[in-house]
């Protein structure tokens, strides 16, 4: 007996943080520069910062020049379907065949498999969130209200963006609330030429050079964007903001942290006569051993949808359908921006003009639909990302010039290109859900996840205007060769999965409160994509970061009060 609790003690925290991307670094550094001693549990491989393994690699290093090989597009044929899954970054992506699910209806589950998860494989996009984005909800009778307004987590954006370094212009919009931000990256000429005839053209809408978290001032520890656009990889410099290169370092710096990898969490412990989560059930995915730590608080931050894995497979007496699922609502609301590519010009002119580097990103146009004037065919809006360039080299490929002609053929800048990206709002549909699929398992013999996720009318209607707003934007600019045949992405393609354990004020109709704690399990706390109300139409991850920051605020002002 005396050895067991021995061994119970060597296993017990004052906190476990399940995850180590973007959101469960950031809980790993806040509690532990708060005294607290943390166990963070990844499941994916050891990766140390900053030896990425191909990071500083010559495209000739790689055996199929940078395309993906029969057989990565075999062991991991759903993370191919994105864009970001490449031959020179594919060792942080999980392998499919070992890690199954279901799609009743297409979903694209794009999963890191490493530590810092996909902080690692981010676009860096970090855009705030205004009340026109917290109030939507209630305005339009769509899902839920939101417990918290923008003025609650406005403090939490500053000293996230002051930690992260977050690139940008304080442009003045209303919509997408200026922060704390780096000297801008500069856009360059065709992108001034946009801006110029957009603003021109269009009183409602703007371009501004996007804001990300690249370094374009020191930050200690961290090193310049050297302008290599090869962040996909790993940064060796720490240039841009990932759990490894960041938040990681200061959590381990407090000397509070303990980090296990290789580690997938299978459940939450609950304890029924407590009316607590006592810890969580890990299996060693090097050795399918299974191994249980305890502690007093428990960060659930494994992504969306893996979090709802973990809550739905927590069962017990009191919580049969799932921990801390009273409401029904866990595995529901699974919402994901709906994306459209393939928009794009050609620009003529700006011929004697060329750019230096490579920068990590390009131009924003914020959100300018159902702003002010409503429409009629859909609710809520959507923004376009884009970038312009010149062709280079490659364009020689497969043409019919040799020797001196070819060299300065592909030596000499192509033409102008413009590209469009749109991101739009999804709404939240409670029977857009994951549940347990109990007639396949995984390698480990769990019971896996079947995805019933749509997008609706609501979504096809802005993505049709997204795409006649891009030919509208081009055709105005005196751009040629149009092209408009971008097709609406599957859910999960954005890669902003959202939902599954929503926030809200009533313990009936949500899961969590206003500071991510779970209603029915207060030592629980959601602060990944899972905690999300609705989807707005910018990029999630400063939010994310914002909440889990302010979440462990509270989470340690509670302890201090002993109502945790």
């Known amino acids: 007996m005396n050895v067991n609790l021995k061994g119970k003690q060597q296993h017990t925290y004052d906190a476990i943080v ?56 075999r062991v991991k044929h759903i993370q191919a379907r994105h864009w970001s899954f490449q031959h020179d970054n594919e060792h942080f992506y999980i392998n499919d065949l070992d890690n199954p699910y279901t799609e009743k209806n297409r979903f694209d589950w794009v999963r890191g498999d490493v530590l810092g998860g996909r902080s690692l494989l981010w676009s860096r996009q970090c855009l705030r969130w205004s009340d026109l984005d917290f109030e939507a909800n209630l305005q339009d009778g769509h899902g839920i209200d939101w417990p918290i307004r923008y003025k609650d987590i406005a403090p939490w954006y500053d000293y996230i963006e002051k930690f992260i370094g977050v690139s940008g212009n304080r442009d003045g919009i209303a919509e997408l609330p200026d922060g704390e931000f780096q000297p801008p990256m500069e856009l360059n000429c065709v992108e001034k ?19 990300t978290a690249n370094l374009t001032a020191p930050v200690k520890g961290r090193g310049l964007c050297q302008y290599r656009s090869l962040c996909h990889r790993g940064c ?12 990681l370092p200061a959590a381990f710096a407090t000397g509070n942290l303990e980090l296990k990898t290789n580690t997938l969490v299978n459940r939450v412990l609950y304890d029924d006569k407590l009316q607590r989560a006592t810890g969580v059930e890990v299996i060693d995915t090097e050795t ?15 992504a969306t949808v893996a979090t709802a894995f973990i809550l739905l497979n ?45 920068k990590p990103i390009g131009f924003s146009i914020p959100r300018f639909r159902n702003v002010k004037e409503k429409r009629n065919d859909y609710v809520r809006g959507f923004n376009l990302q884009g970038g312009a360039s010149r062709s280079g080299w490659w364009r020689g490929m497969g043409g019919d010039k ?51 996720v749509t997008f609706r009318e609501n979504e096809k209607a802005m993505q049709k205007d997204m795409v006649a707003v891009a030919g509208e934007i081009m055709e105005a600019a005196g751009y040629k ?19 599954t354990a929503r926030m809200g004020r009533d313990p009936k109709t949500s899961v969590l409160n206003g500071f991510n704690q779970m209603h029915e399990v207060p030592n629980v706390f959601i602060t990944d994509g899972s905690f999300m109300t609705s989807a707005s139409s910018v990029n999630p991850s400063l939010t994310y970061m914002a909440m889990t920051a302010r979440a462990c605020d509270y989470v340690v002002k509670e302890m201090k009060k002993r109502n945790l």
């Open 18 to 73: 399940v995850g180590s991307g973007i959101s469960g670094g950031w809980a790993a550094k806040e509690l532990c520069e708060n005294g607290l001693k943390v166990l963070m549990l990844e499941r994916g491989k050891p990766v140390e910062h900053p030896n990425y393994p191909t990071s500083t690699k010559n495209p000739w290093d790689f055996p199929y020049r940078g395309r993906l090989s029969p057989e990565q597009k």
């Open 193 to 211: 030429d946009l801006k110029e005839k957009v603003e021109k053209n269009f009183k409602d809408r703007k371009v501004i050079v996007g804001r």
């Open 236 to 247: 060796p410099y720490g240039a841009y903001f990932s759990t490894n290169a960041s938040t």
């Open 288 to 302: 399918n051993q299974v191994t249980e730590y305890f502690a007093k608080i428990i960060f659930l931050n494994a």
């Open 314 to 358: 927590s069962t017990s007496s009191r919580f049969p359908n799932g921990l801390g699922n009273g409401s029904d609502q866990v595995g529901r609301n699974v919402m994901d921006h709906h994306k459209c590519m393939g928009l794009g010009a050609s620009v003529e002119g700006f011929e004697d003009q060329y750019y230096e580097g490579r």
């Open 402 to 452: 040799i020797g001196k002609d070819l060299k300065e053929f592909v030596t000499t800048p192509g033409g102008w290109n413009i590209g469009f990206t749109g991101f739009g709002e999804c709404l939240p549909y409670e029977d857009n859900r994951i549940t347990l699929n109990t007639d396949q398992k995984d390698k480990f013999g769990r019971n896996t996840l079947n995805f019933d």
């Open 481 to 499: 060769n149009i092209r408009l045949d971008g097709n609406m992405s599957f859910p999960g393609n954005a890669n902003h999965e959202m939902g």
